[in-house]
């Protein structure tokens, strides 16, 4: 078992579905305890925030578990993984919903806040680059020209889908994405533009995808970018561009092909609710046993079987 103080970093691009990678990052930590048992009834609240793309997994979690446990009460808010780290650390959540991996800081934070934690992934995800139906030049896009379109130095500069490639139409470029507290704008950032803040902030930017996704809609030459469930939850409103020629599906994710957007999911949950609280250990045993079922309802990647089972040996720690 390895501590929630280690810093860990998953890379994706070498490995199918860099499964070495999750492997060694699938960190869970803190003291074991007594879960509530699975046929025993529960009660309570249980209360989670963060990220707006891990919400729809933890919402369709929720959805399975209170079938049976009715008496429970979860809350899912979605202000993002930044955020939702912020609520976490100082003690006013059970479980933190995240889209990234928790920062240096972040564990700091925890650590002065007293909040020992378990980090599990959940879930994978391929973070989107979406377009409007009309546009019909750039459905695969560069490295190259993603960098162009999103830099720093392209702000209030580079207004055009013609400036990012001559054989583009002279259409507005009209962006849209997360806002700051997002995970998936830091990990888009850094993945996309070398280092996370990064990024022009001249965008429309929001913390629920849902107004990406209607901006997009609403523009011809609209684009954002977001994680794939909510392409899949609005197929036929936004297309998801292809990257270098690969386009992101479960099968590019899960077999690490496209790059360098696909990432993990996460939940950090809190030691002590874990330890004292029967309905949060109930539901994350639920959450980790029935990980591939709920990521098929919400639509968002499923873990591997070798993630199942790593998540399963690991989650038997705790108990």
């Given amino acids: 078992m390895t501590t929630g103080g280690v810093t860990r970093r998953h890379r994706w691009a070498t490995t199918p579905l860099g499964v070495a990678a999750l492997v060694s990052g699938l960190v869970l930590s803190g003291c074991a305890a007594e879960p509530g048992a699975g046929s025993e009834s529960v ?11 891990v919400a729809p997994l933890t919402r369709a979690a929720r959805h399975q578990f209170v079938g049976r446990q009715p008496e429970v009460d979860i809350k899912v808010t979605t202000t993002g993984t930044t955020a939702g780290f ?16 928790i920062s240096a800081e972040e564990r700091a934070a925890c650590a002065e806040g007293g909040v020992e934690f378990t980090e599990i992934v959940v879930a994978n995800d391929g973070i989107s680059v979406i377009v409007n139906p009309a546009n019909d030049w750039a459905r695969d896009l560069t490295l190259e020209q993603l960098e162009t379109m999103w830099a720093l130095e392209s702000q209030g500069s580079v207004t055009s889908w013609q400036q990012i ?14 806002g700051s507290d997002s995970g998936t704008l830091d990990f888009f950032t850094e993945a996309i533009n070398g280092a996370e803040h990064e990024i022009r902030t001249d965008y429309s930017a929001s913390e629920d995808d849902d107004n990406t996704v209607a901006g997009v809609r609403r523009n011809d030459g609209g684009v954002g970018f977001l994680g794939l469930s909510y392409v899949q939850a609005s197929e036929g409103d936004v297309v998801a561009v292809s990257i270098e020629g690969v386009a992101p599906t479960t099968r590019t994710v899960q077999a690490g092909t496209y790059t360098p957007l696909s990432r993990p ?6 030691n002590a609710s874990y330890a004292d609280k029967p309905q949060v250990s109930a539901f994350v045993d639920f959450y980790v046993e029935n990980a591939v079922e709920i990521a098929e309802q919400a639509r968002v990647v499923p873990l591997t079987p070798e993630q199942v089972l790593i998540a399963q040996d690991e989650l038997a720690t705790l108990r």
């Fill in 86 to 101: 912020r609520a976490f650390c100082a003690g006013t959540t059970d479980i933190s919903n995240a889209s990234r991996e």
């Fill in 165 to 178: 490639d001559p054989t583009f139409p002279d259409e507005p470029l009209v962006l849209f994405g997360p």
């Fill in 265 to 270: 999911l996460f939940i950090y949950v809190s």
């Fill in 43 to 53: 009660s309570g609240e249980i209360v989670t925030d963060g990220s707006s793309t």
